[in-house]
């Protein structure tokens, strides 16, 4: 268990989600915090994922839209919590180019809504219940755009790439990331003009268990085992900076429980990789763990490369490291591993999350 004595009230939104679903499950499992889940159960929440924490005395889930003002500050109300983790989002690049007003309702004005609610439950709030308040809003490195790719750089300059810091412009490329850039400005104007007690965090890729098959590493682990091809935007030249998502979860509970009021915190996994070389290991774990006849790069095709698509994104985590102590546990290559084998040991869950809805089809194409 954690060895923080005090037990908070903690709402996460978007906890029926990838990132918030493992939030929820390390609050649960390690410290003492109680959680009230809040989320609309759109296409990519599930309550599957939260099956090994449901029956916590310290576990509440409500089925509320973060758009809906009524149903917001009807949580505050009811549950008093000192802490609010703001995770639920559109988060799909590919998803946002075919319908960007989803991203703006959810991402923007979702945000907008939990902001007020937040300030107005707070504006209530006395003594230590007040000063000890704190709303975290979770983000994402797509919104400082794109680096340099190593290819367009000389030797010299390839020897210090630059990677994202928490002082780093935005300049979104995406929908998704402007929407996202939008609700964090948010964010740090209901700080600013209102005081309100906030923390920011960005993140890089996340990957590992429960995450919905839309997203590169699922996909290709799914479309391997069913003999489906593998495709690859472009050349498969981007390059990502990956963190393993229970690494995340740990960051971020680090940051809403310890975290400076005002500040900014970047959450990154140390692990920059190129897209095309994520998807030939995992072929090559499962050429070890399951083989077939033919190996599975085989598999692999090359498409059309989406519309705007960011070259190269990377994360400069030393702050979080130097001011709070915390850095992933998680190699890639230890976490690849890991997540393949969990897609090959719960093909039923997999198979539940796609609904009929989606069936990996491309999106993003437009």
């Given at each position: ?28 499992n ?17 309550l599957?994922?939260l ?38 989002a ?9 319908g960007p ?7 923007i ?32 490195d797509?919104?400082?755009?794109d680096l340099?790719?190593?290819?367009e ?107 400076k009021?005002?500040?900014?915190y ?28 033919a190996?599975?790069e ?26 709070l ?5 998680e ?15 719960n ?8 609904d ?11």
């Open positions: 268990m954690s060895n923080i004595e005090v037990s908070r009230t903690i709402v996460v939104t978007g906890g029926a989600g990838f990132i918030g679903s493992a939030v929820i499950r390390e609050l649960i390690n410290t003492h915090h109680i959680v009230i889940n809040i989320d609309k159960l759109t296409y990519a929440g599930n599957e994922s099956k090994s924490v449901e029956n916590s005395e310290r576990y509440f889930f409500e089925k509320v839209d973060i758009c809906d003002v009524l149903g917001v500050q009807n949580i505050f109300n009811k549950y008093q919590p000192s802490i609010v983790m703001h995770l639920a559109e988060s799909h690049v590919d998803r946002s180019i075919d007003g989803e991203f703006i309702q959810t991402n004005v979702g945000t907008y809504t939990l902001l007020e609610q937040a300030r107005e439950y707070w504006n209530q709030l006395e003594g230590e219940k007040k000063a000890n308040f704190r709303f975290h809003h979770v983000s994402t797509e919104v400082y755009g340099p790719h190593p290819d750089l000389s030797e010299t300059e390839r020897n210090t790439l630059p990677m994202f810091t928490e002082e780093n412009a935005y300049e979104p490329s995406s929908p998704y990331s402007a929407s996202k850039a939008g609700s964090d400005h948010l964010v740090r104007a209901w700080h600013r003009t209102f005081g309100l007690p906030v923390l920011v965090t960005n993140c890089s890729n996340n990957y590992g268990p429960y995450h919905f098959p839309e997203k590169l590493i699922p996909l290709v682990i799914l479309n391997a085992l069913e003999g489906k091809e593998l495709p690859i935007y472009g050349k498969g030249n981007q390059i990502r900076d990956w963190l393993y998502v229970e690494d995340h979860a740990r960051a971020l509970i680090k940051v809403a429980t310890e975290g009021i005002g500040e900014t970047n959450i990154g996994g140390h692990n920059e990789k190129q897209n095309v070389e994520v998807v030939k290991t995992i072929c090559s774990i499962l050429d070890e763990v399951r083989p077939k006849e190996n599975y085989e598999q692999i095709i090359y498409v059309a490369d989406r519309p705007g698509h960011d070259m190269r994104y990377a994360i400069d985590a030393s702050k979080i490291e130097r001011e102590g915390w850095k992933p546990v190699t890639f290559e230890s976490g690849i591993r890991k997540t393949v084998q969990w897609y090959l040991d093909q039923l869950w997999c198979k539940h999350v796609q009929g809805s989606y069936q990996r089809e491309r999106l993003g194409n437009k």
